[in-house]
């Protein structure tokens, strides 16, 4: 008896293609024997490695992803319908936040195609407020536990210098003053190999260093550097180092022109090929508070209640002095007592005060850099409605192409979105220490090599920034839930031709206080010109009256700071992450042909 031939029989023998195009079958409506001749009458294909496996469904199941990466993969489209459970064993704390159905979370690596952020201002995005890690959040009041607050937020304030490391801070910032490493490495086309000129350029930086020590103090010179190599002295170089790092993080205003070369000096001492021929590491771990009493056992410092007294911000504005004093001498007796309580060996009373003072360091930055955020928040608050203007004066409206807008929202939509812009800030400098950390340790990693690219302005080094993008992530993730929709794209540019590398990126957002603090001081100074006769006359003439007038700096800031204009090229510019803050730029760069500069002046603010 034959036997039955099997499908794979049958598809493995040739076929006549000439007699697959008959009469009959190019009328028929089988159109696959007359395309596909070698298709078999019982739907089974010939295979192979260049045919597709129809209708191969898969199989059901879960995404396997932390809450912020599902966010991010789960914004849109079929996606928004996948289902999702806790992983066996994995607890999180639940907000108190109220939970909704959608998430707007993207990959901050992912870079947006041309408009493609544009179509997302159509649409009020919810976002979820599910189980997420406890984020810290305001400082804990007087007289209230502190917990692990200080504990946590310690671990990346930098500890203050002391007077002889400001004198080592001096020679390092005249050393790279007169330094040109960037201009001899950061170029295409040199005599000599990259790895060469790098460890030329860094020889020639301690060298300089060496001779100014040298001529400041010649007996510790000596000590140092007589019949002995850069090598023997890594330890002092690395020290010389990261008190430049040190200092540049407490203070983000200092160092504009030399911190760049500092640092990528530092990532080209990373590469496996210059530690070969430089024969010793530049880098050290930054010394933060919390390091310092780690090493002593004195962490309890950070959780005792009185370390909120001995921290606190003293302010001056609106109060009596009598009790401005008070308060001063208050924090004094509450530094002297912590100082005397924990002092132990190794540990002397004036190491705690600086570890104090070093926390106050960090407040003083939040007032200066954050409160501006929140104070602009409590202005748009105060003189505009959240969904509906009443007069023209009072809206938010903006238009694509006028005014050089380069977005269409209404009153109720720009409202929402100045808002989250404003929120999205003040959580990112809340955070600025450790997200300067994380920039530090994405530059200066051994296993992420950048490459010089031409990014349209200019030659620039091109790197990932993988723990630097994961806490920006956390934090637009965080201020999404607590502005409940968000509105525009939330794409975070890092590691692409608009911002090449981590220092571009912390960069820019230490300069939020530039823009924000002048217009928050000036509207606060305003009022005062009621006493002042020719000023209010002028006022009343020019604006209608005081009200009208900070309601038109408001106004005019809030539509066209946040507008999406100021890119090189329309594709650039719009509503993500970094474009907000370029429209902020773009405003102060018109800010001298507005009609109301000249109230600015008045301020003080540009004289």
Not at 44 to 61: F, L, Q, R, Y
Not at 284 to 308: S, W
Not at 319 to 329: A, F, G, L, N, S
Not at 338 to 353: F, P, S, T, V
Request: with cysteine; proline share 4%.
């Amino acid at each position: 008896m034959a036997e039955t031939p099997s499908a794979v029989d049958v598809a493995s023998k040739p076929t006549n293609p000439i007699a697959a195009f008959t009469l009959e079958t190019i009328l028929s409506d089988n159109h696959e024997a007359v395309e596909h001749p070698g298709t078999l009458s019982n739907g089974i294909s010939a295979t192979g490695w260049d045919e597709e496996v129809a209708e191969n469904h898969a199989a059901e199941g879960f995404c396997i992803e932390c809450e912020v990466c599902f966010a991010a993969q789960h914004r849109k489209g079929s996606r928004k319908q996948h289902t999702s459970k806790p992983l066996p064993g994995h607890t999180s704390k639940p907000l108190a936040s109220k939970s909704l159905p959608d998430a707007t979370l993207e990959d901050s690596m992912d870079v947006e195609e041309d408009g493609q952020h544009e179509s997302d201002d159509e649409e009020w995005q919810p976002v979820a407020a599910g189980p997420s890690t406890e984020v810290l959040g305001a400082q804990p009041a007087i007289g209230a536990k502190v917990g692990e607050w200080f504990v946590d937020r310690a671990k990346y304030i930098p500890l203050r210098l002391t007077l002889n490391e400001r004198k080592y801070l001096r020679l390092l910032e005249a050393a790279l003053n007169v330094s040109e490493y960037t201009d001899k490495i950061d170029t295409l086309g040199f005599g000599l190999s990259k790895a060469k000129r790098i460890v030329q350029q860094i020889r020639e930086l301690c060298a300089i260093m060496s001779g100014l020590l040298l001529a400041a103090d010649y007996k510790q010179g000596q000590e140092l550097f007589t019949d002995r190599d850069f090598e023997s002295n890594a330890e002092f170089y690395q020290q010389i180092f990261e008190l430049g790092r040190r200092h540049k993080i407490m203070n983000p205003d200092k160092m504009r022109t030399t911190y760049g070369k500092l640092i990528y000096l530092l990532q080209d001492s990373q590469s496996p090929d210059v530690k070969d021929l430089l024969n010793f590491s530049c880098i050290r771990p930054i010394k933060t508070v919390y390091t310092v009493l780690e090493q002593h056992g004195a962490v309890d410092l950070l959780r005792d209640d009185l370390v909120t007294i001995a921290t606190k911000e003293i302010y001056s504005e609106g109060r009596p002095r009598r009790e401005v004093q008070r308060d001063i001498k208050s924090k004094e007796r509450a530094i002297e007592t912590l100082a005397a309580r924990y002092e132990q060996n190794g540990l002397c009373q004036e190491k705690i005060r600086q570890c104090l003072y070093s926390i106050g360091d960090n407040h003083a930055f939040l007032r200066a850099n954050r409160d501006p955020c929140e104070r602009m928040i409590n202005f748009l608050k105060e003189h505009f409605h959240p969904t509906q203007a009443t007069d023209s004066k009072r809206s938010l409206a903006i238009r694509s192409g006028r005014g050089g807008a380069r977005l269409s929202h209404d009153h109720g939509k720009q409202y929402a979105y100045v808002l989250q812009s404003l929120t999205l800030w003040k959580e990112i400098l809340h955070d600025m220490f450790h997200l300067w950390s994380l920039t530090e340790q994405d530059l200066l990693a051994e296993n992420v090599p950048y490459r010089l690219r031409d990014t349209g302005q200019g030659l620039n080094r091109v790197q990932a920034s993988p723990k630097t993008s994961r806490m920006m992530h956390n934090i637009l993730h965080k201020a999404q839930k607590s502005v409940g929709t968000w509105i525009g794209s939330s794409v975070i540019h890092m590691g692409d031709h608009n911002v090449p590398n981590a220092l571009m990126f912390i960069d820019k957002y230490t300069q939020i206080y530039r823009i924000l603090l002048p217009i928050c001081t000036t509207l606060s100074q305003i009022p005062s010109f009621a006493e002042k006769p020719a000023l209010l006359s002028y006022i009343e003439d020019e604006f209608g009256s005081i009200e009208n007038l900070m309601r038109e700096i408001l106004g005019d800031f809030f539509r066209h700071g946040f507008d999406g204009s100021g890119a090189d090229n329309f594709f650039d510019a719009g509503s993500c992450i970094d474009g907000r803050l370029t429209s902020a730029w773009n405003w102060c760069a018109t800010l001298e042909k507005k009609r109301f500069f000249p109230i600015f002046l008045l301020t003080g603010m540009f004289a």
